[in-house]
């Protein structure tokens, strides 16, 4: 299991033995903690023995970070102008922000891959002005380099006037993102239902409770009601001559509208994945797909692969609501569009699934992902879960189901599920695979009554990170290589080469 900062994971466990050391003196009251003090040359903060320090809650060495920092000068806080070139755009940051966060704040999408970890060089500007002492990451990526003005913008602290031109080779574009594919034919019977109905008014003769006329008009005894509704109820039915819709979802009445308006139901399907965010607009009353919407998870400016997600977490006191604000903001934005372009209104929306890595699963659920990373590898939880939709900050009907389909692993998420029941990978006589290759690959062998599973890195390994001209699937990237006797390549979008992507490697 490799760490997050690419070493191997051993060290942590080994140095967590020495690191820290606390006994209790036999047959005497109190205690005695040891800590050791450490500097390392350079301030190279970026090898097992100072990050553990960092993990443990120790002082943080000189030259770290902390990537979320709050962009506004208070009381006692020296601000600096800093402005990026050729965007034109100027900001004020406090002393010590990196170029990186002060880039987010800006608006300007400076290409973070390895999540502010100094590894990966794809942050690379030219500054000018005064900034922190390059680190022994900006000496071994930049070399010469560094004689004119480059800098790594996660490693740079701003220490005065700033003035940084951004490369057009830095910046993260918009990735091409996968949303269409093969289809197959399945019953339509979605969770929720629309009845129109005609209730009968109550009398002398008739004393049922708006609620009861109502459930018997629906012809299910059963079905229970949310307080909002019954709040609603009264005035609804007889503001509209008790000619009423009822939206029921699992048994639950979680809306009354009037008229008659059982043609307009829909639901949204949601693939998050590490890298992009697909949705789907579902018409629940004919099943057609009437809108998709795709574009990058906001999240990966925050580190490229689950590793890093996790290290943000650990590393930040509010790096979990950070992760989880920027992942729902997302998914509104994605919920907006879809709306717009289908002529829908949100309020339309009454049921979404979501599927994605056990990663992205708990961000989304703003569960707390750490023990994902380490031995034994477990989970918060994996069975299905139904949330009120309005409990996790969607925009849509505020009594809304999202449905969450179930993990089954620690790096086998409820993606791999869909992709399951998507291509009924159980009913297949034949050996079979189901092959996920994203940020994270999966692969699912369904064979002699079983269906077996595993994981690796994928997206990270093979496109931006680890390799030299690697880049992610954006404009530019080159996607396709024929050798005969000359080298023939293309690139997305067909402008002029930037890099080499999965697909081009």
């Known amino acids: 299991m490799p760490s997050r900062k690419g070493y191997p994971g051993y060290p942590y466990s080994d140095l967590a033995s020495l690191y820290e050391r606390r006994g209790q003196i036999k047959g005497k009251l109190g205690s005695i903690t040891q800590f050791s003090i450490l500097t390392m040359p350079n301030d190279d903060i970026t090898h097992p023995v100072p990050d553990l320090r960092e993990r443990l809650g120790g002082p943080e060495p000189r030259g ?55 590894v990966c060089g794809k942050c690379k500007v030219r500054a000018r002005g005064r900034l922190s002492p390059p680190t022994t990451s900006e000496r071994r990526l930049l070399g010469k380099e560094l004689a004119t003005g480059a800098r790594l913008a996660c490693q740079a602290e701003v220490l005065g006037k700033v003035v940084v031109e951004v490369p057009t080779t830095s910046l993260r574009l918009a990735q091409q993102v996968l949303s269409k594919g093969r289809t197959r034919e399945v019953p339509l019977d979605p969770a929720v239902r629309k009845y129109p109905l005609q209730v009968p008014e109550p009398s002398l003769m008739d004393q049922r409770t708006d609620f009861e006329r109502l459930r018997d008009a629906v012809g299910d005894g059963r079905i229970g009601a949310e307080l909002t509704v019954l709040r609603r109820l009264p005035n609804v039915i007889r503001g509209h001559g008790f000619r009423v819709t009822a939206v029921v979802v699992d048994g639950a009445l979680i809306g009354v509208e009037g008229g008659d308006t059982s043609k307009r139901c829909f639901g949204v399907a949601f693939d998050i994945g590490t890298t992009t965010i697909v949705g789907y607009l579902m018409d629940l009353a004919t099943g057609e797909e009437v809108g998709v919407s795709a574009g990058m998870n906001p999240q990966v400016a925050c580190g490229d692969d689950v590793i890093s997600r996790i290290g943000y977490v650990m590393e930040h006191e509010d ?46 659920l703003k569960l707390d992902p750490r023990h994902i990373a ?46 399951i029941l998507a291509t009924g990978l159980w009913e297949r006589e034949d050996p079979s695979f189901l092959v996920d290759i994203g940020t994270n690959g999966e692969i699912v062998l369904s064979a002699g009554g079983r269906i077996m599973a595993c994981s690796a890195a994928a997206g990270p390994a093979f496109e931006g990170a680890r390799v030299r001209y690697g880049m992610r699937g954006a404009p530019g990237a080159v996607d396709r290589v024929a050798i005969d006797t000359e080298v023939i390549y293309t690139t997305i979008g067909g402008e002029k080469p930037r890099g080499i992507c999965g697909s081009g490697l």
């Open 64 to 118: 770290g970070h902390s990537y979320d920092t709050e962009v506004r000068g208070g009381e006692g806080m020296r601000t600096f102008e800093l402005a990026f070139q050729p965007e034109g755009r100027a900001i004020r940051v406090v002393e010590g922000t990196t170029l990186l966060e002060a880039a987010a704040s800006a608006g300007v999408p400076i290409e973070g891959i390895c999540g502010g970890k100094g």
């Open 319 to 364: 790096g979990l609501d950070h992760l989880n604000r920027r992942l729902i903001d997302a998914l509104n934005e994605h919920i907006a569009d879809l709306c717009r372009d289908a002529g829908v209104a949100p309020e339309e929306i009454y049921a979404i699934s979501a599927v994605g890595n056990t990663c992205m699963h708990h961000l989304f």
């Open 374 to 419: 380490a031995a034994p590898f477990v989970p918060v939880v994996s069975d299905p879960l139904v949330v009120p939709a309005e409990r996790l900050g969607l925009n849509v009907h505020p009594n809304a189901r999202v449905l969450v389909l179930p993990n089954i692993a620690a790096y086998v998420g409820a993606d791999i599920v869909g992709g």
